[in-house]
């Protein structure tokens, strides 16, 4: 058995490309999905990919079975108690997380079951969610021991600071409809409505000119680490820059002109 391959030799990451969609599937049902150091390296390669890739027009992180994540692979990590090993499989993660901060199409967590710890850590890094009512949400690492950390990065850039701590501090889950609330997720829906509510959000988004997109993705995780001052004179050269593609003469037209606008993607 490869590394990269379960025991019914079915990929661990499912990849599904329709019309400028790509569904990403992380396929370890009976482990509910964690996230093994051979998922993530997957998860990696696949989002580099499509990252360099200007078809791919948005990206959809799934899970298969009843999880959507439930966090990393505790079994492999007590196998490999070195520090060593601890710091290179967490930097493995955060990587995939500023991943999908980095790579030019927006990111979207279909989550319909539980998704804890790094498995809440990667629907908080995505750029957009979408759950179905019966999802829940937990960083519950601190009730074996482990401040969930590197979790608690992506959780205090989605919601208010207090929110994040009373997960982080308490380990207690929180339903959909909360998570909602707290900004965690963008969208909540029943179990059958999901993927027709992710069709949705990627439908709108591959409608729009696919250069505003990546510009203004690129400028949005640029400017919250940034100052006012030093914020608004990105925002404004990335405005001026946008301003100058055929993509923005376009569609200024075509709002005119009453009519559609027929994207070139510069």
């Known amino acids: 058995m490869s590394a990269v391959l379960q025991s019914e030799n079915q990929p661990i990451l499912l990849r599904h490309d329709a019309v400028g969609v790509t569904t990403l599937t992380l396929n370890r049902p009976s482990q509910f999905n964690s996230l093994s150091e051979e998922l993530l390296g997957e998860l990696q390669a696949a989002l580099d990919g499509i990252g360099a890739d200007a078809g791919v027009r948005v990206v959809v992180i799934a899970g298969a079975g009843k999880a959507f994540c439930s966090g990393h692979d505790l079994k492999q990590m007590r196998a490999n108690p070195s520090k060593e090993y601890m710091q290179q499989l967490f930097r493995q993660c955060g990587k995939v997380m500023t991943t999908i901060a980095e790579i030019r199409q927006p990111v979207i967590a279909r989550v ?105 993705k690129q400028m949005f995780y640029k400017q919250l680490e940034m100052g006012l001052q030093g914020a ?33 993607g510069c």
């Open 112 to 216: 319909h079951g539980i998704a804890t710890a790094a498995g809440c850590q990667l629907v908080a890094a995505c750029d957009l969610a979408v759950a179905a009512d019966v999802a829940r949400f937990a960083v519950s690492g601190i009730n074996v021991g482990l401040f969930c950390s590197t979790p608690a990065v992506a959780l205090a850039r989605n919601m208010g600071r207090k929110q994040a701590m009373e997960m982080l501090l308490t380990g207690d889950f929180i339903d959909a409809a909360e998570a909602q609330r707290r900004g965690l997720v963008n969208r909540v829906v029943v179990l059958d409505q999901l993927d027709a509510e992710v069709t949705k959000l990627t439908d709108s988004i591959c409608a729009k000119s696919s250069l505003a997109i990546s510009m203004g």
């Open 232 to 264: 608004y004179q990105l925002a404004s050269e990335t405005m001026a820059c946008n301003m100058m593609a055929v993509d923005a003469g376009e569609g200024i037209d075509a709002f005119m002109q009453k009519r559609k606008p027929e994207w070139k």
